[in-house]
């Protein structure tokens, strides 16, 4: 029997009870809690606290991080919790006391120390994820205020920064610690004196007793008693003891439990779920037992796994070893087990009944023989963990840290009295079918045999055969996942036989598990500014991001956190579900009854510019819904109905393209020498292909708009953020039709663009400004528009990255000397142009990479396809043309059987040199580089120790690579080489600032003051930046191709000392590709990276030990931003190199929308000894006071990561015989990795699979 929420409030006759909790120290009383409502939403609407930020709301960026503390009456102590506030139902908190970023300091009042030391330290950049990292680090001190090295990392693994690259944050929460040997940031062995980052002696001590009091109304012991909370459509009880549990779930059978919400808070929010009734038992004294018995612990349900975690760690302290090898497994899996956050709220039970295929803790339980309790009535809800002889539990993800795992395992193994002879063996894996399962044919084919190779194989055998899938198995990886279940158990097998006989040859060579980081060394180095005479000149300094403090305090202002207008209303956007398909019809009668909502707007009210045709991706936006909340707006744009006519064909890969011949024109080519000749002259002749995947751009502010109509003159006033305010203005004027001085376009700051904001923000921008525009003059309502996109939306309908394949034909000589080059260079662009011309045109100015071909072809195809529109991404084509060049020299090393580094250096630009397009090569500064970086890293011995090292070991191997980059510095489309600059000086002496860039974390208006201070001559503190505003500043280029120093700073120079409104044009630019001639670039930025690795060749894992990175930024503007910039863009090329995978089904749809399914780099992916050094005496007379553009060239450093992971993959194909060149596709993922590292395991899978 289940009952609709209104039957429900009949029966219950009540509108229901007082949510009573605290936030930052102030008693809210709510009498009505509204079930369906989060904390984070309540924060942010109702009582204006927008510290805490949305970036994902499914609990894996950590940008919501905030401090739940509850009194435990039991042990009579207040516990303090990180929560994601995205995941926690409002209804939960009931005698709770929440602390936000806001309550523990603010910049007007008194920082805390965590926040003062992230921001002085240059730990933020956009800021976004700043007040979750802040808060994370909080909670961590008020519960452990002298927390380990290990602490720390583990506090941090919920928590993602796009933009940083993690090194100054760990750094500085790491300074107190002494597992952490944090170098200083000196200039080294400069003949200048030493300069810091930043100075410690600044910081605040920690003084634990200056902190926020817990509530002491809330420390008394009260009495518990049932609690129910009504809303719209959910009913929630939070009953308080079992019995009465049991009658409530026999009452309202349909009713769901919910004890951390981490996974129905997921099912609700993004699989559109509902539950009229929701029970919350994580108070109940029976399901919070933890009781010790003789044959293991007991277990309540609504135990959570940092409970569990705390409880099984201190049983490992006590007990003897032989009876923790179970609990040692647990805390193995609990240790990868999502992040810090969600292990404070999640259960045991919320885990098991889940029954995921990849759940963590089932292969586990299920191996280790625990038994579960569940009941009706009567029975106590319990697991009872069993003590296994020799246990070892596995979880292999794409990331190390806070991933779902690809494959999970629990082996256990029980021998017969003081013999290797197996009496009892399981072995279980989640990921090989819908449910966790046993190996039960394996396990029983092992009975009563000897623990030796022969059973080795038997195993390995039988487990091919038995751990099958079918080729098109859901997850896909299907070679990996059933190599891994044969690379597990081998793992299982070396670790048994070392405990039985205590010595093992192979066990010494094979890591096992892979652990934290014991210890960082984290170097920066820049050359210091020589002491001048006059002291308001900053120029050269590293100082602090202006908006540093705000964005560790929660004050900085995104495009969400304007306060709501009083009559604002929400949009959310209704998208197409086909990749190729005409509408037939749009049924809006549905969503017009979900309550609040205004409008549907569509094609049709659209009163400027429009064109329409058929949908051709899979989030195509088709209209909109416009209603009082947000989620009514997005209720209802579930409710809309549309029928489509499918088209065919679709296409999704660059392959489909070329099969399809589906082009854009037009199409590139480049060519300078003599290719036939070349490859007529060449000892050799090689051919390869390399494919290099997407990348989503993963700002952690999505995009917003609020467009406010303002009622005259068909005026529209918007803020956005986005990279291109005046892009922005021209698009909606067009849509609108009305003369672009009628709109405004306002931008504060973003919380991160990577270009991702520099064209694609517009289909948001547009569409909020068509609604607001509608409601206003057709519906008379006069009523300002906002959305922010939700995480899985704005990945479904903006692109990122684009896709590229290249295939090369090589001529080499004997000594590695490359004569002649062919390439070809496929994009995938998507449904529309975008930027993608201007894209593969820099692939392909980038080619050579660094390389002197004499003899070159290039070739560039831009693809049509059913995709959303890949756009701009840092780097912008050039990582992807230096990639594929990277590859062929790769192959040309190994075909040679020489070191990659003789051959990279050998082939080298010289000064002078010209490029493909026929541009010298001035001021070259590589040689530099490469000398500098093969000293910072001791290359020489580094590889020699590595080389000892794949001698000693079979199963891991190291790699080392170093890479040079050579990067062009100006946007290729001449017309945008351009900027302008306003600035107001007011009879008090203060002057107020304005330029065309857009602040996006990179540090833009700081060095824009920086230069204002140093050309007017007054200092930094009377200068000041509002915005970037269309009606300050007009017709701007974007934020974008790294110029924007350059050109905003030259603006702001040249206005300064002429003293009149200035537009400033980079001279004398114009390539033009019929000719091959005219300059491409204003000048080159350039860069060296040594990177070394290990790679687990059993599972394909990888950990990076070692970057060292040499970068040429000219005369630094400020080396602390700069040095930012150098690690933030390296750690974005760590992801796009080895980690992040955009994934679609064959019709175009993209599964990938989240940070649950997409993996950015995280805070374990930091090399663990990283150096970054800039080139000193490099002025570059280019560019503003002899500075260099940095945003984009560091990035594809981390190219040097592939091509050790390339490197060490090499050594381990040689031990099973296999030489020369082998195709590695990018990303380097543990799949692509393990594949490559072809043995006799890979090979039983293929023989079972006919592969
Ligand atoms: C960001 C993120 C990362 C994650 N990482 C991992 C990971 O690494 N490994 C992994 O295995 N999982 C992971 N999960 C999944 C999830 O966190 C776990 O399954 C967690 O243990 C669920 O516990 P919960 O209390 O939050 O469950 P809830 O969401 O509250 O409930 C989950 C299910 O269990 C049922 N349930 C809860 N308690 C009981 C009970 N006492 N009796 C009967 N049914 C009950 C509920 O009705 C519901 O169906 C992740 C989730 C998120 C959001
Ligand atoms: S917004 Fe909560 S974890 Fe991302
Ligand atoms: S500073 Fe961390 S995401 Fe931008």
């Given at each position: 029997?289940?009952?609709?929420?209104?039957?429900?409030?009949?029966?219950?006759?009540?509108?229901?009870?007082?949510?009573?909790?605290?936030?930052?120290?102030?008693k809210?009383?709510?009498?009505?809690a509204?079930?369906?409502?989060?904390?984070?939403?309540?924060?942010?609407?109702?009582?204006?606290l927008?510290g805490?930020?949305?970036?994902?709301?499914?609990?894996?960026?950590?940008?919501?991080?905030l401090?739940?503390?509850?009194?435990?009456?039991?042990?009579?102590?207040?516990?303090?919790?990180?929560?994601?506030?995205?995941?926690?139902?409002?209804?939960?908190?009931?005698?709770?006391?929440?602390?936000?970023?806001?309550?523990?300091g603010?910049v007007?009042?008194?920082?805390?120390?965590?926040?003062?030391?992230?921001?002085?330290?240059?730990?933020?950049?956009?800021?976004?994820?700043?007040?979750?990292?802040?808060?994370?680090?909080?909670?961590?001190?008020?519960?452990?205020?002298?927390?380990?090295?290990?602490?720390?990392?583990?506090?941090?693994?919920?928590?993602?920064?796009?933009?940083?690259?993690?090194?100054?944050?760990?750094?500085?929460?790491?300074?107190?610690?002494?597992?952490?040997?944090?170098?200083?940031?000196v200039d080294?062995?400069?003949m200048?004196?030493?300069?810091?980052?930043?100075?410690?002696?600044?910081?605040?001590?920690?003084?634990?007793?200056?902190e926020?009091?817990?509530?002491?109304?809330?420390?008394?012991?009260?009495?518990?008693?049932?609690?129910r909370?009504?809303?719209?459509?959910?009913?929630?009880?939070q009953?308080c003891?079992?019995?009465?549990?049991?009658?409530?779930?026999?009452?309202?059978?349909?009713?769901?439990?919910?004890?951390?919400?981490?996974?129905?808070?997921?099912?609700?929010?993004?699989?559109?779920?509902?539950?009229?009734?929701?029970?919350?038992?994580?108070?109940?004294?029976e399901?919070?037992?933890?009781?010790?018995?003789q044959?293991?612990?007991?277990?309540?349900a609504?135990?959570?796994l940092?409970?569990?975690?705390?409880?099984?760690?201190?049983?490992?302290?006590?007990?003897?070893?032989?009876?923790?090898?179970?609990?040692?497994?647990?805390?193995?899996?609990?240790?990868?087990?999502?992040g810090?956050?969600?292990?404070?709220?999640?259960?045991?039970?919320g885990?098991?009944?889940?029954?995921?295929?990849?759940?963590?803790?089932?292969?586990v339980?299920?191996?280790?023989?625990?038994?579960?309790?569940?009941?009706?009535?009567?029975a106590?809800?319990?697991?009872?963990?069993?003590c296994?002889q020799?246990?070892?539990a596995?979880?292999?993800?794409p990331?190390?840290?806070?991933?779902?795992?690809?494959?999970?395992?629990?082996?256990?193994?029980l021998?017969?009295?003081?013999?290797?002879?197996?009496?009892?063996?399981?072995?279980?894996?989640?990921?090989?079918?819908?449910?966790?399962?046993l190996?039960?044919?394996?396990?029983?084919?092992?009975?009563?045999?000897?623990?030796?190779?022969?059973l080795?194989?038997?195993?390995?055998?039988?487990?091919?055969?038995?751990?099958?899938?079918?080729?098109?198995?859901?997850?896909?990886?299907?070679?990996?996942?059933r190599?891994?279940?044969?690379?597990?158990?081998?793992?299982?097998?070396?670790?048994?036989?070392?405990k039985?006989?205590?010595?093992?040859?192979h066990?010494?060579?094979?890591?096992?598990?892979?652990?934290?980081?014991?210890?960082?060394?984290?170097?920066p180095?820049?050359?210091a500014?020589?002491?001048?005479?006059?002291?308001?000149?900053?120029?050269?300094?590293?100082?602090?991001?202006?908006?540093a403090?705000?964005?560790?305090?929660?004050?900085?202002?995104?495009c969400?956190?304007?306060?709501?207008?009083?009559?604002?209303?929400?949009?959310?956007?209704?998208?197409?579900?086909?990749?190729?398909?005409?509408?037939?019809?749009?049924?809006?009668?549905?969503?017009?009854?979900?309550?609040?909502?205004?409008?549907?707007?569509?094609?049709?009210?659209?009163?400027?510019?429009?064109?329409?045709?058929p949908?051709?991706?899979?989030?195509?936006?088709?209209?909109?819904?416009?209603?009082?909340?947000?989620?009514?707006?997005?209720?209802?744009?579930?409710?809309?109905?549309?029928?489509?006519?499918?088209?065919?064909?679709?296409?999704v890969?660059?392959?489909?393209?070329?099969?399809?011949?589906?082009?854009?024109?037009?199409?590139?080519?480049?060519?300078?020498?003599?290719?036939?000749?070349?490859?007529?002259?060449s000892?050799?002749?090689?051919?390869?292909k390399?494919?290099i995947?997407?990348?989503?751009?993963f700002?952690?502010?999505?995009?917003?708009?609020?467009?406010?109509?303002?009622?005259?003159?068909?005026?529209?006033?918007?803020?956005?953020?986005?990279?291109?305010?005046?892009?922005?203005?021209?698009?909606?004027?067009?849509?609108l039709?009305?003369?672009?001085?009628?709109?405004?376009?306002?931008?504060?700051?973003?919380?991160?663009?990577?270009?991702?904001?520099?064209?694609?923000?517009?289909?948001?921008?547009?569409?909020?400004?068509v609604?607001?525009?509608?409601?206003?003059?057709?519906?008379?309502?006069?009523?300002?528009?906002?959305?922010?996109?939700?995480?899985?939306?704005?990945?479904?309908?903006?692109?990122?990255r684009?896709?590229?394949?290249?295939?090369?034909?090589?001529?080499y000589?004997?000594?590695?000397?490359?004569?002649?080059?062919?390439?070809?260079?496929?994009?995938?662009?998507?449904?529309?142009?975008?930027?993608?011309?201007?894209?593969l045109?820099r692939?392909?100015?980038?080619?050579?990479?660094?390389?002197?071909?004499?003899?070159i072809?290039?070739?560039?195809?831009?693809?049509?396809?059913?995709?959303?529109?890949?756009?701009?991404?840092?780097?912008?084509?050039?990582?992807?043309?230096?990639?594929?060049?990277?590859?062929?020299?790769s192959?040309?090393?190994?075909?040679?059987?020489?070191?990659?580094e003789?051959?990279?250096r050998?082939?080298?630009?010289?000064?002078?040199?010209?490029t493909?397009?026929?541009?010298?090569l001035d001021?070259?500064?590589i040689?530099?580089?490469?000398?500098?970086?093969?000293?910072l890293?001791?290359?020489?011995?580094?590889?020699?120790?590595?080389?000892q090292?794949?001698?000693?070991?079979?199963?891991?191997?190291?790699?080392?690579a170093?890479?040079?980059?050579?990067?062009?510095?100006?946007?290729?489309?001449?017309?945008?080489?351009?900027?302008?600059?306003?600035?107001?000086?007011?009879?008090?002496?203060?002057?107020?600032?304005?330029?065309?860039?857009?602040e996006?974390?990179?540090?833009?208006?700081?060095?824009?003051?920086?230069?204002?201070?140093?050309?007017?001559?007054?200092?930094c503190?009377?200068?000041?930046?509002?915005?970037?505003?269309?009606?300050?500043?007009?017709?701007?280029s974007?934020?974008?191709?790294?110029?924007?120093?350059?050109?905003?700073?030259m603006?702001?120079?040249?206005?300064?000392?002429?003293r009149?409104?200035?537009?400033?044009?980079?001279?004398?630019?114009?390539?033009?590709?019929?000719t091959?001639?005219?300059?491409?670039?204003?000048?080159?930025?350039?860069?060296?990276?040594?990177?070394?690795?290990?790679?687990?060749?059993?599972?394909?894992?990888?950990?990076?030990?070692?970057?060292?990175?040499?970068?040429?930024?000219?005369?630094?503007?400020?080396?602390?931003?700069?040095?930012?910039?150098?690690?933030?863009?390296?750690?974005?090329?760590?992801?796009?190199f080895?980690?992040?995978?955009l994934?679609?089904s064959?019709?175009g749809?993209?599964?990938?929308r989240?940070p649950?399914?997409?993996?950015?780099?995280?805070?374990?992916?930091?090399p663990?000894?990283?150096?970054?050094?800039l080139?000193?005496?490099?002025?570059?007379?280019?560019?503003?006071?002899?500075?260099?553009a940095?945003?984009?060239?560091?990035?594809?450093?981390?190219?040097?990561?592939?091509?050790?992971?390339?490197?060490?993959?090499?050594?381990?194909?040689a031990?099973?015989?296999l030489?020369?060149?082998?195709?590695l596709?990018?990303?380097?993922?543990?799949?692509?990795?393990?594949?490559?590292?072809?043995?006799?395991?890979?090979?039983?899978?293929?023989?079972?699979?006919?592969?």
């Amino acid at each position: 029997m289940s009952f609709t929420v209104e039957e429900t409030k009949i029966k219950l006759q009540s509108t229901g009870d007082d949510l009573v909790f605290f936030v930052n120290g102030k008693k809210i009383t709510e009498k009505n809690a509204e079930p369906e409502i989060t904390l984070l939403t309540y924060l942010r609407r109702s009582l204006g606290l927008t510290g805490t930020k949305l970036g994902c709301a499914e609990g894996g960026c950590g940008a919501c991080t905030l401090m739940v503390s509850k009194y435990h009456p039991h042990q009579n102590r207040i516990i303090h919790h990180a929560v994601n506030a995205c995941l926690a139902p409002l209804c939960s908190l009931h005698h709770c006391a929440v602390t936000t970023v806001e309550g523990i300091g603010s910049v007007a009042s008194k920082l805390h120390p965590v926040q003062e030391r992230i921001a002085k330290a240059h730990g933020s950049q956009c800021g976004f994820c700043t007040p979750g990292i802040v808060m994370s680090m909080y909670a961590l001190l008020r519960s452990n205020p002298q927390p380990s090295m290990h602490d720390i990392q583990e506090a941090f693994q919920g928590n993602l920064c796009r933009c940083t690259g993690y090194r100054p944050i760990l750094e500085v929460t790491c300074l107190k610690t002494h597992s952490c040997e944090v170098k200083p940031t000196v200039d080294d062995n400069s003949m200048l004196p030493a300069q810091k980052l930043y100075d410690q002696s600044e910081f605040m001590p920690l003084d634990p007793t200056q902190e926020i009091i817990f509530p002491p109304e809330l420390m008394v012991r009260i009495k518990l008693r049932e609690l129910r909370f009504v809303g719209e459509r959910v009913l929630w009880i939070q009953p308080c003891s079992l019995k009465e549990l049991l009658e409530l779930k026999a009452t309202y059978p349909n009713a769901k439990l919910v004890v951390g919400n981490t996974e129905v808070g997921i099912e609700m929010k993004f699989k559109n779920l509902l539950y009229p009734v929701i029970l919350a038992p994580a108070y109940i004294p029976e399901l919070n037992i933890i009781q010790h018995t003789q044959d293991g612990i007991e277990v309540g349900a609504s135990v959570t796994l940092t409970v569990l975690g705390d409880v099984l760690r201190a049983a490992v302290k006590k007990l003897p070893t032989h009876q923790t090898e179970v609990f040692e497994a647990v805390l193995e899996q609990l240790r990868w087990f999502a992040g810090q956050q969600i292990r404070n709220v999640a259960a045991v039970g919320g885990n098991i009944m889940t029954a995921s295929p990849i759940s963590d803790l089932n292969p586990v339980f299920m191996a280790a023989g625990c038994k579960l309790t569940v009941m009706s009535k009567g029975a106590t809800f319990l697991l009872l963990f069993f003590c296994g002889q020799y246990f070892s539990a596995f979880k292999q993800s794409p990331r190390k840290e806070d991933d779902i795992a690809i494959v999970t395992s629990g082996m256990n193994v029980l021998f017969k009295e003081k013999s290797n002879i197996v009496q009892s063996i399981r072995i279980s894996y989640g990921g090989m079918a819908p449910v966790t399962v046993l190996a039960t044919a394996t396990c029983n084919r092992l009975l009563n045999r000897q623990w030796n190779e022969e059973l080795l194989e038997q195993a390995c055998t039988s487990l091919a055969e038995e751990m099958s899938l079918s080729p098109s198995a859901p997850g896909g990886m299907v070679t990996y996942r059933r190599t891994l279940t044969i690379s597990l158990f081998y793992k299982f097998f070396l670790t048994v036989q070392h405990k039985l006989v205590h010595i093992n040859r192979h066990l010494a060579t094979l890591s096992v598990h892979c652990v934290f980081a014991d210890c960082f060394t984290l170097f920066p180095c820049f050359q210091a500014v020589p002491p001048g005479d006059n002291s308001d000149d900053v120029v050269g300094h590293p100082i602090m991001h202006l908006s540093a403090l705000k964005h560790a305090t929660g004050e900085a202002i995104y495009c969400d956190d304007i306060p709501c207008y009083e009559n604002e209303l929400r949009l959310a956007l209704v998208t197409s579900t086909k990749a190729h398909a005409l509408i037939k019809s749009i049924d809006t009668s549905d969503a017009m009854e979900v309550p609040g909502v205004v409008a549907f707007i569509s094609a049709k009210d659209i009163p400027g510019s429009n064109l329409t045709g058929p949908v051709t991706c899979v989030g195509h936006i088709v209209g909109a819904i416009v209603a009082d909340t947000q989620a009514h707006a997005q209720r209802a744009a579930k409710a809309v109905k549309i029928s489509y006519e499918e088209l065919h064909p679709v296409i999704v890969t660059i392959q489909d393209a070329i099969a399809n011949k589906s082009f854009y024109q037009p199409v590139r080519s480049m060519e300078r020498g003599d290719v036939a000749q070349g490859f007529k002259d060449s000892d050799h002749i090689l051919h390869g292909k390399m494919h290099i995947g997407g990348q989503e751009q993963f700002y952690l502010e999505t995009n917003c708009t609020v467009a406010v109509p303002r009622g005259e003159d068909g005026e529209m006033e918007l803020f956005v953020s986005t990279q291109a305010a005046s892009k922005t203005q021209a698009l909606v004027a067009k849509a609108l039709g009305v003369p672009a001085n009628r709109v405004v376009c306002r931008v504060k700051r973003m919380g991160g663009g990577f270009g991702g904001k520099e064209s694609r923000s517009t289909i948001l921008s547009t569409v909020v400004a068509v609604a607001a525009y509608t409601l206003a003059f057709f519906f008379r309502t006069k009523r300002p528009v906002r959305c922010m996109l939700d995480r899985d939306e704005d990945m479904l309908v903006t692109g990122g990255r684009h896709p590229f394949f290249g295939h090369y034909k090589v001529g080499y000589m004997n000594n590695g000397r490359v004569n002649a080059l062919d390439v070809t260079l496929y994009s995938n662009a998507g449904n529309s142009m975008d930027l993608s011309l201007s894209i593969l045109e820099r692939a392909l100015f980038h080619m050579d990479n660094s390389y002197n071909i004499p003899n070159i072809h290039g070739t560039g195809y831009i693809c049509k396809t059913n995709l959303p529109s890949n756009s701009a991404f840092r780097g912008f084509g050039g990582p992807q043309g230096m990639m594929i060049a990277e590859s062929w020299m790769s192959d040309v090393a190994l075909s040679c059987g020489l070191p990659a580094e003789e051959v990279r250096r050998m082939n080298m630009y010289k000064e002078g040199d010209f490029t493909p397009f026929n541009q010298r090569l001035d001021q070259f500064t590589i040689d530099l580089c490469w000398e500098e970086c093969m000293q910072l890293s001791d290359f020489n011995m580094r590889k020699e120790a590595v080389e000892q090292y794949n001698r000693q070991h079979r199963w891991t191997k190291r790699g080392l690579a170093i890479i040079p980059t050579k990067f062009g510095i100006s946007y290729t489309a001449v017309f945008l080489n351009q900027a302008g600059a306003l600035v107001h000086v007011y009879s008090d002496g203060s002057v107020l600032l304005t330029h065309g860039g857009t602040e996006m974390g990179q540090g833009l208006h700081t060095k824009m003051v920086q230069v204002a201070s140093k050309t007017l001559g007054i200092p930094c503190s009377k200068i000041h930046i509002t915005e970037t505003s269309t009606n300050t500043v007009p017709n701007t280029s974007p934020t974008a191709a790294s110029v924007s120093s350059d050109l905003n700073g030259m603006a702001v120079y040249i206005l300064i000392e002429l003293r009149m409104i200035i537009f400033y044009r980079t001279p004398d630019l114009g390539y033009d590709f019929n000719t091959n001639s005219g300059r491409a670039f204003n000048y080159f930025s350039y860069g060296v990276a040594v990177s070394e690795v290990e790679i687990d060749c059993l599972t394909g894992s990888h950990k990076n030990l070692h970057t060292s990175i040499v970068m040429d930024v000219g005369k630094s503007l400020n080396p602390a931003l700069d040095i930012g910039q150098v690690e933030g863009g390296f750690m974005q090329g760590l992801g796009l190199f080895t980690l992040e995978e955009l994934r679609y089904s064959p019709d175009g749809y993209l599964y990938t929308r989240g940070p649950g399914m997409y993996k950015i780099p995280s805070f374990g992916d930091i090399p663990i000894e990283l150096k970054v050094s800039l080139l000193r005496d490099a002025p570059n007379e280019k560019a503003i006071f002899s500075s260099k553009a940095v945003g984009e060239p560091p990035l594809f450093l981390a190219a040097s990561v592939f091509y050790a992971i390339k490197d060490a993959i090499t050594v381990a194909r040689a031990e099973s015989g296999l030489t020369g060149p082998f195709r590695l596709d990018s990303p380097a993922t543990p799949e692509r990795i393990r594949n490559a590292c072809e043995d006799k395991f890979t090979k039983l899978v293929c023989i079972n699979f006919h592969c």
